[in-house]
């Protein structure tokens, strides 16, 4: 590759990562966003930009809060980095599904009493990348309002997420809820998050878990294809 006179800034795809994971330790979401819309222009895919760059940053930062060497304005801060790259990510990987065929319906939350949102909202545009109308329901959300915006758009999918081992049982309550309206058969229910994990799914009972969003879009596109074939979707 030759060099571009004149651009004093170029980086190669290593360097830009490596800077998309630094923007989230430093808090500094001007370079985060920056460095986002330089890796788009030299071609590299957002969810690599997502994956080997600001999620390998918030991870870190994760683990400093845990050992308490960071508190929470620190974890704001370093949040902010990455809701402030995704809302330039999120159109692009929009744009990527522009036309596709309508594929079913999904309705998606994060549990009650948990407001993080990152993980979540991903799994919802890769959701809709691959052809799914999605009803993003929010953060705290109470499982009523899954039953209620599954009943109103008729989503064979419903997708819950937690990043606290302390809502993990709110996943729990909402199957709880499904079943006690003779509703659980009639959808799929997904979880995912940070801490959940296929022992958890097994346990609680949810039909699918999906380690990243990515998984989780493929377990839905084949859950709906299951359902239509069995004549429930
Ligand atoms: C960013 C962050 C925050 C931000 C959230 C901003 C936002 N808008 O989301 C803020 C600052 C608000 C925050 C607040 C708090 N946080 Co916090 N936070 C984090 C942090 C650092 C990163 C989470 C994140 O966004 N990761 C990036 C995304 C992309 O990853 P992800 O969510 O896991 O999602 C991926 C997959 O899991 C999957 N996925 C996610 N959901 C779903 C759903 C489905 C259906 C599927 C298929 C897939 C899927 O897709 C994604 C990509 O592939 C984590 C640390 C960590 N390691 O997770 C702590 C962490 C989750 N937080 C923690 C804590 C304690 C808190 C607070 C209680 C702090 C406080 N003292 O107030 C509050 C919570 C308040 C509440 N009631 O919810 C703890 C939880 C500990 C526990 N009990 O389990 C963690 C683990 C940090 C730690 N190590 O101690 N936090």
């Known amino acids: 590759m030759g060099s571009r006179c004149g651009e004093g800034n170029l980086l190669t ?26 890796g788009l222009d030299q071609g590299i895919p957002p ?45 692009v990987i929009l744009a990527s599904g522009q036309g596709k065929q309508k594929r079913g319906v999904a309705v998606i939350g994060t549990v009650k009493g948990d407001v993080h949102s990152i993980g979540k909202d991903l799994f919802g545009t890769l959701l809709k990348v691959a052809g799914f109308e999605v ?18 758009t008729g989503a064979q999918i419903v997708g819950l997420s937690a990043l606290m081992t302390t809502t993990m049982p709110s996943m729990r309550e909402v ?11 009639k959808h799929t229910i997904m979880i995912g998050g940070g801490p959940v994990t296929e022992a958890y799914c097994r346990k ?28 429930r979707g």
């Open 47 to 91: 969810l690599r930009l997502i994956d080997e760059g600001l999620s390998r940053g918030i991870a870190v930062i994760g683990a400093k809060f845990q050992a308490m060497e960071i508190f929470l304005p620190e974890l704001m801060m370093a949040a902010k980095v990455f809701l402030e790259a995704m809302k330039i990510l999120e159109p």
């Open 13 to 38: 795809d290593a360097e830009i990562l490596e800077g998309l994971r630094q923007a989230v330790l430093d808090y500094d979401h001007e370079a985060g966003t920056r460095l986002v819309r330089q």
């Open 135 to 152: 009803h993003n329901l929010g953060v705290n959300v109470h499982p009523g309002k899954f039953i209620e915006k599954v009943e109103e």
């Open 204 to 231: 609680i009972t949810a039909d699918a878990y999906g380690e990243t969003a990515q998984d989780g879009v493929d377990l839905a596109i084949k859950f709906v294809g299951q359902m239509r074939a069995a004549g």
């Open 175 to 185: 199957i709880e809820f499904f079943e006690a309206r003779g509703l659980r058969e």
